[in-house]
């Protein structure tokens, strides 16, 4: 059972709400009134939940402040996170108010996606009155903290802390430190799967805290605002758990409001933008998936499109630890092939159904983007640049259901 | 079993030191930089690499300008001679030069030719900043 300690929980949600409550105060004032006081509040509480929980989670925690040092030694370089992320967090940073976000917009920047991450990255360059190329970027430390410390925390046994550094070191890469924020949509994502696993475990030792229900809602809330994606992960997570444990839906009601007002600040978001663009960038990219059929039925565009889901770095080191562990619990002989009962367990099942779900409708998503006119004309463009990237949630979910095995296993006691 | 264990753990940390240094150096990880994060407008240099367009960007904001717009030769892809936009020059210039912004009917024009038929105002190098009225 994998119930975290309140403490722990308490110091998360203060975390989350110093973050939230700065880009709320923005959106809901369009002036940057708070972001001096709470870029020194969200340093404070960054070093105050490194230095508390260094001692449990040595291992991960020093990698972390590696990445750090890295991080703060280092200009950004990608395109994602120099000319989308980044620079619209310039603008924030620069222009005096949210009203004139939207008044000057190269067309490549993709002005109308969330700015949950400019907006911490323009309130970070606050602390150092001015704007450069490297410590804006932080934000995106400063998001993957708390899923890095649930995670750690999880990982007890050492096969599993492996598994979980394959993760950050191998899987993400530099894509934790460079400014993108397609690590830390993954890292959001799997923590959603964490603390929806551990409800029923919370609800059984009879301590449904309102700490536990309100980290559930925060991480909603990140996981949406973080890119237009997370609306997409969290709905297929909440699907995914919502049609596992339908047997015990009386239990879930208390998770409903919950979901309701997780949703509402993407949904003020997109409906500020809109009001400020003609076309939204998804609208552009998926034409109303007009595409799709003609899209479906070319077959050497899908071939092309699954190689590139499947064969590539991360996937295949993604499928060689699962495989490697999964198979520790299946025998096959002649006649019939025999599972562990273990493998068939609910949160299991949750975790299997989440990442077909997502992977499914990820798929569906790039098939309808295909010959977007909005994307650069080349063919095969999001399929060739962003299948490994877009599929990291995918990627971290196959690692956290292998952390599960692991931990759940009573044989492998190996370097335990 | 304890050497094998600790053989492992050796294995396991240089796999672990040597990934880290390869992130670091995909990520133009620079010693210069470290607790220099601080400083206003440090990284441009190692970030954009091109001595071009950093040269366009400094010529911006040397003279301090609210708008400039670009030429059409230094906008031309003459690598693979496309009359379309260079991208690299463009969303560099317009990342880096911000709060200057772009603008199509600006007075200030960027260009790398020296014969343009107005007002020379400033040089860099071969970047030269016109005023045309």
């Known amino acids: 059972m994998n119930v975290f300690k309140l403490s722990t929980i308490n110091n998360l949600n203060i975390y989350f709400l110093f973050i939230f409550s700065n880009y709320f105060i923005y959106f809901c004032f369009k002036e940057k009134l708070f972001f001096l006081f709470f870029s020194i509040l969200i340093i404070l509480v960054f070093l105050f939940t490194i230095i508390k929980n260094f001692k449990e989670n040595k291992l991960i925690i020093s990698i972390f402040i590696l990445f750090c040092l890295i991080s703060l030694s280092s200009p950004v370089a990608d395109w994602d996170a120099r000319s989308i992320w980044l620079f619209n967090a310039k603008i924030i940073f620069f222009e005096s108010s949210l009203g004139n976000y939207f008044s000057y917009s190269p067309y490549y920047n993709h002005i109308d996606y969330p700015i949950f991450v400019p907006v911490l990255s323009a309130t970070l360059a606050t602390i150092i009155n001015g704007w450069n190329e490297i410590f804006p970027k932080f934000s995106t430390l400063i998001l993957a903290l708390p899923p890095l410390i649930i995670l750690s925390k999880i990982s007890k046994k050492f096969l599993s802390k492996l598994v979980l550094l394959i993760l950050i070191l191998f899987i993400y890469e530099k894509r934790i430190i460079n400014g993108e924020v397609d690590a830390i949509l993954a890292l959001y994502s799997i923590l959603l799967i964490e603390l929806l696993k551990n409800f029923f475990n919370i609800k059984k030792e009879n301590n449904p805290s309102f700490g536990h229900l309100i980290i559930i809602l925060f991480n909603i809330i990140f996981l949406t605002l973080i890119k237009f994606e997370g609306s997409v992960i969290a709905l297929t997570i909440l699907a995914s758990f919502f049609f596992t444990y339908r047997d015990k839906i009386s239990n879930l009601k208390v998770l409903i409001p919950i979901v309701i007002i997780a949703f509402i600040p993407i949904l003020l978001w997109l409906l500020y933008s809109n009001t400020k663009i003609d076309t939204s960038s998804a609208g552009q990219m998926l034409s109303g998936g007009e595409r799709f059929l003609s899209n479906l039925l070319d077959f050497k565009f899908i071939l092309h499109l699954v190689g590139k889901i499947l064969i590539n770095k991360q996937m295949m080191i993604v499928l060689i630890v699962f495989v490697f562990i999964f198979a520790k619990y299946i025998s096959v002989n002649m006649y019939k092939i025999n599972c562990d009962k273990l493998i068939l367990r609910k949160e299991f099942l949750f975790c299997y159904l989440s990442i077909i779900n997502y992977s499914v409708i990820l798929s569906i998503i790039m098939i309808m983007s295909e010959g977007s006119t909005h994307n650069v004309q080349q063919e095969y463009f999001m399929a060739n640049t962003a299948s490994d990237r877009y599929f990291a949630p995918v990627h971290s979910m196959i690692l956290l259901c292998s952390i599960y095995l692991i931990e759940n296993s009573k044989k492998a006691r190996l370097f335990n | ?133």
Not at chain 2, 76 to 90: G, P, Y
Not at chain 2, 94 to 121: M, Q, W
Request: charge should be positive; proline fraction near 1%.
């Open chain 2, 1 to 133: 079993m304890k050497i094998l264990k600790f053989r492992f753990i050796i294995f396991i940390s240089i796999i672990i030191l040597v990934q880290i240094t390869l992130i670091s150096h995909r990520n133009s990880f620079s010693f210069h930089y470290l607790f220099k994060f601080y400083q206003n407008e440090i990284g441009i240099k190692n970030g954009i690499k091109n001595k071009k367009i950093l040269d366009i960007i400094s010529l911006i904001k040397k003279n301090n300008l609210s708008e400039f717009r670009i030429s059409n030769e230094l906008l031309t892809d003459n690598v693979h001679k496309q009359s379309k936009i260079h991208q690299k020059i463009f969303q560099r210039v317009i990342e880096g030069s911000y709060p200057s912004k772009y603008s199509k009917d600006s007075k200030f024009v960027i260009s790398d030719t020296n014969n343009l038929n107005c007002k020379k105002k400033d040089q860099l190098n071969q970047i030269y900043l016109y005023e045309c009225i």
